[in-house]
């Protein structure tokens, strides 16, 4: 028969404490502090994963100033958090450049809302006139399905200033608002996504009036307006 004393039960006890202390039992600061230091990383990194892959261009090839874009065209504009691309000059697939177009053919048309100038307007421009006109530019950038994209637009008036400045100065091309001038390039103007020059205007999504909608000149920058059943040439982008 075992008896017990007092003593060495209390002595057992501090020993059993002191064990437990020195072996980190139950939940105590060494597994926490552990817990704590790698848990906000994990969750961060998902979460800064998750920011990142909303923010559309800075993960898509091609997303950087005269890099190719998504749909096989040219970047030549990152406005905010969008990338804007413009479709090689044979995208016709005539196997010549740029083709000519009235900009619709109900050319005495009010097409209300397609008066968008700012980058950023010409995606919605094009689909109030390609619903008013049966046939024009902005049907046939519509049409237009570069890289499998279905997703391409007439430009808007300054997102066709910025398709002029950046011909002009492919290296540091100015902002959207800032008027177009000089000459373009002389190596893109000779390479796949070179415009016409020499005379020839481009079509924009603006409307000015219902006669009358904005256009540019590549060639020495200037933007005028065209009666909507004039042929300038045409040339589709496309934003992602």
């Not at 202390?21 to 600061?29: F, M």
């Not at 190719?68 to 005539?94: H, K, Q």
């Not at 397609?114 to 008013?132: H, P, Q």
């Amino acid at each position: 028969m075992l008896t017990w004393t007092s003593g060495r039960i209390t002595a057992l006890v501090s020993m059993a404490v002191l064990a437990c202390v020195l072996s980190a039992c139950g939940s105590g600061e060494p597994e926490s502090s552990g817990a704590s230091a790698s848990t906000p990383s994990s969750v961060n990194s998902g979460e800064d994963a998750a920011e990142s892959s909303q923010e559309g261009c800075l993960l898509e090839k091609g997303c950087a100033i005269g890099g190719i874009g998504p749909g096989g065209g040219l970047v030549f504009l990152i406005s905010g958090r969008r990338t804007y691309e413009m479709a090689p000059n044979t995208w016709s697939g005539d196997g010549g450049q740029d083709p000519y177009l009235v900009w619709c053919n109900n050319s005495n048309s009010d097409i209300v809302g397609a008066t968008g100038t700012a980058v950023g307007t010409g995606a919605a421009n094009t689909k109030l006139i390609a619903a008013a006109c049966k046939s024009g530019a902005a049907n046939a950038a519509l049409a237009y399905a570069g890289g499998g994209k279905t997703d391409w637009f007439l430009p808007s008036k300054d997102e066709l200033n910025a398709m002029c400045n950046y011909s002009h100065n492919p290296t540091s091309p100015a902002a959207p608002t800032v008027a177009c001038s000089g000459a373009q390039d002389e190596t893109f103007e000779n390479g796949t996504f070179g415009f016409i020059t020499g005379g020839p205007s481009y079509w924009s999504s603006t409307q000015l009036d219902d006669e009358f909608a904005s256009d540019q000149s590549i060639y020495d920058g200037l933007q005028g307006g065209y009666t909507k059943d004039s042929n300038p040439l045409v040339r589709p982008v496309r934003v992602y």
